[in-house]
């Protein structure tokens, strides 16, 4: 018997097994539209949302009506590139990018309440505990459910894998096309593979890191310090218990 109810808000760790996030999803396009006057067509009978930059060199596309496939579609002209996250990527490593994207247009309103990783890929996996592969193409989560592979001169020059399993509701891809930046798939990664938890409702994190026990899932409410303190708390005993065996 879990200690949770379904709706009970809990905090949650690893990122790349929390799901979704159906309340974050607006911190990918709301700041694109309040804070920096992107315009946004927004079609109410499917969810569909789709949002334009003021040059209209990016376009930023939410699309929650293929359960299966694809929600977040980011499109740049001139080059060209694209990023896309299909529905259980962490939402909070999609406005990660999404918020970053007025800066790389050179609008630097705000920026110093959205951050911009300065770490290379590689950095970023050394500092949250990924595995890199011999020849430095590919990091991996320290559960092993989740993987980064870089393929040079591949049309996805990065591609972002999560499953525990092959289980369905645990499965999620990001993919950047070939001429993608750096510092957009940097962003992306900074904010997946960090130790810091999200806040989900019980019900959404995916039933198998639930079940299985790979998710660490804390109260949000009830505990006796604050909720994020509770989480790195058991974090660590984890951690401990882990080297212990």
């Not at 529905?87 to 007025?102: F, G, K, N």
């Amino acid at each position: 018997m879990t200690a949770f109810s379904r709706t009970d808000r809990v905090m949650v760790s690893p990122r790349h097994l929390a799901g979704t996030g159906l309340d974050r999803v607006g911190d990918a396009l709301g700041p694109l539209i309040h804070q920096f006057g992107w315009s946004a067509d927004h079609d109410a009978a499917t969810g569909r949302v789709r949002v334009h930059s003021p040059d209209h060199s990016l376009k930023v596309a939410f699309d929650p009506t293929d359960f299966d496939g694809t929600w977040w579609t980011i499109t740049h002209h001139e080059p060209y590139w694209a990023a896309e996250f299909t529905r259980q990527t962490p939402a909070e490593a999609v406005a990660a990018v999404t918020q970053c994207l007025p800066q790389m247009l050179g609008d630097q309103r705000h920026s110093e309440r959205i951050h911009l990783t300065r770490l290379s890929i590689a950095d970023i996996a050394t500092l949250n505990h990924w595995t890199a592969s011999p020849d430095g193409s590919e990091f991996t989560s320290a559960d092993r459910y989740c993987t980064l592979r870089h393929t040079l001169d591949a049309e996805t020059s990065y591609a972002v894998h999560n499953s525990i399993h092959g289980g369905f509701d645990t499965e999620w891809h990001a993919n950047f096309t070939i001429d993608a930046p750096e510092q957009v798939v940097a962003q992306f990664f900074a904010h997946l593979s960090t130790a810091e938890p999200v806040e989900r409702e019980y019900r959404e994190i995916p039933y198998l890191a639930r079940d299985l026990g790979d998710a660490l899932i804390t109260p949000v409410r009830g505990a006796s310090v604050n909720s994020h303190a509770h989480h790195h708390a058991a974090q660590a005993g984890r951690a401990l218990a882990a080297r212990r065996r």
